[in-house]
């Protein structure tokens, strides 16, 4: 079941623009808050600020540390997060609304990819 992150966690993302084609969410969170899971389908994300997550989906789990001014791949996925840093998290997710096409099969990635 699609599980939508501005439902999920109204106090963490917010809608910033939205049409047809895409929609942009804002995240933002402080040391020690975390995510309900929740679904994001293919995404860039872009990283405002320097942070360090916790993500886990099932039982896998990712740690990872991501540093401001970059923009990241985020195939579509379900998980839920933590920040486990001592900074805030912001970010932007330019999430696409378009099906992927048929010939680029899903990769089976957890978190965001530099590709």
Request: aromatic share 6%; charged share 25%.
């Given at each position: 079941?699609?599980?939508?992150?501005?439902?999920?966690?109204?106090?963490?993302?917010?809608?910033?623009?939205?049409?047809?084609?895409?929609?942009?969410?804002?995240?933002?969170?402080?040391?020690?808050?975390?995510?309900?899971?929740?679904?994001?389908?293919?995404?860039?994300?872009?990283?405002?600020?320097?942070?360090?997550?916790?993500?886990?989906?099932?039982?896998?789990?990712?740690?990872?540390?991501?540093?401001?001014?970059?923009?990241?791949?985020?195939?579509?996925?379900?998980?839920?997060g933590q920040n486990i840093g001592d900074t805030?998290?912001?970010?932007?997710?330019?999430?696409?609304?378009?099906?992927?096409?048929?010939?680029?099969?899903?990769?089976?990635?957890?978190?965001?990819?530099?590709?």
């Amino acid at each position: 079941m699609h599980q939508d992150p501005t439902a999920t966690n109204p106090e963490l993302y917010s809608v910033m623009f939205e049409n047809d084609r895409v929609r942009v969410l804002e995240y933002r969170d402080r040391p020690g808050d975390q995510t309900k899971p929740h679904n994001h389908p293919d995404s860039v994300m872009v990283t405002l600020s320097s942070f360090t997550r916790r993500l886990s989906s099932g039982d896998r789990l990712v740690e990872l540390r991501l540093e401001a001014g970059q923009a990241r791949w985020l195939d579509a996925q379900e998980h839920a997060g933590q920040n486990i840093g001592d900074t805030e998290t912001h970010s932007i997710f330019i999430e696409l609304k378009e099906p992927r096409p048929a010939a680029a099969p899903a990769e089976d990635s957890l978190g965001p990819s530099a590709t």
